[in-house]
């Protein structure tokens, strides 16, 4: 038997105090790294990002700003896994490999490219390059090929993907060709892919083949 005062039920552990559960909650979004920022600059070329300087888009931005001598810019390479260059004036980024690597220490883990809201006709190859894109945002761009859809189907982890906004959008069957060229969708034009979005991609996918030639009926 326990001696008498004492209780048979080991001792609970007291929780975390508040204000220890905070800090933990500081630290986390202290290190949060912020996306390598080059939107609403003007740019119009790809290597103009070499001569820009991102914009500060960190939680911290707000805190006592650094001395002169601080405040020069450095060669430091961002971790981020982030590229954003939205809201610009690009008609193609063949360099944008380059100057990821030049701007990231590991560019092989960009996993969100955004480049809505330019002026991009194409579907740039250079995107391939990145295997670990979940996410790519090209919508509000002048995109008018159906076909330019398919240079993203090496991209296995791509999950999230706008393309609202181009000219394709017009096009007859324009979110099943998508779907259906891209199964690993979860996501599409800031919509989540339901079950029967895939049973009628698959459906259209039977039905609609742009590549495969037209029969030419001839009148007897």
Not at 181 to 187: G, K, M, R, V, W
Request: hydrophobic share 35%; aromatic share 8%.
């Amino acid at each position: 038997m326990a001696a008498e005062g004492t209780s048979s039920k080991a001792p609970r552990q007291s929780a975390l105090p508040i204000q220890e559960l905070k800090a933990v909650k500081r630290v986390q979004l202290n290190e949060i790294i912020p996306p390598v920022d080059f939107s609403f600059l003007h740019i119009t070329g790809i290597e103009e990002c070499q001569n820009e300087e991102p914009r500060d888009t960190s939680p911290r931005k707000n805190q006592p700003t650094k001395k002169k001598h601080e405040k020069e810019k450095s060669d430091e390479k961002s971790q981020s896994m982030c590229l954003r260059l939205n809201n610009n004036f690009l008609k193609n980024i063949n360099n944008i490999s380059s100057i990821a690597a030049s701007l990231f220490d590991n560019p092989a883990n960009i996993s969100w490219i955004d480049l809505s809201f330019n002026l991009l006709e194409n579907i740039d190859p250079a995107l391939i390059q990145f295997e670990n894109l979940k996410i790519l945002y090209l919508h509000g761009n002048n995109i008018g090929d159906m076909k330019e859809v398919n240079k993203l189907t090496s991209l296995k982890k791509l999950m999230k993907l706008t393309l609202h906004g181009n000219d394709i959008e017009n096009i007859k069957g324009y979110r099943f060709f998508v779907l259906a060229t891209l199964p690993n969708l979860i996501n599409f034009d800031f919509s989540r892919v339901t079950k029967g979005d895939r049973v009628t991609a698959t459906t259209f996918k039977g039905f609609y083949n742009p590549d495969k030639p037209k029969k030419i009926k001839h009148n007897d």
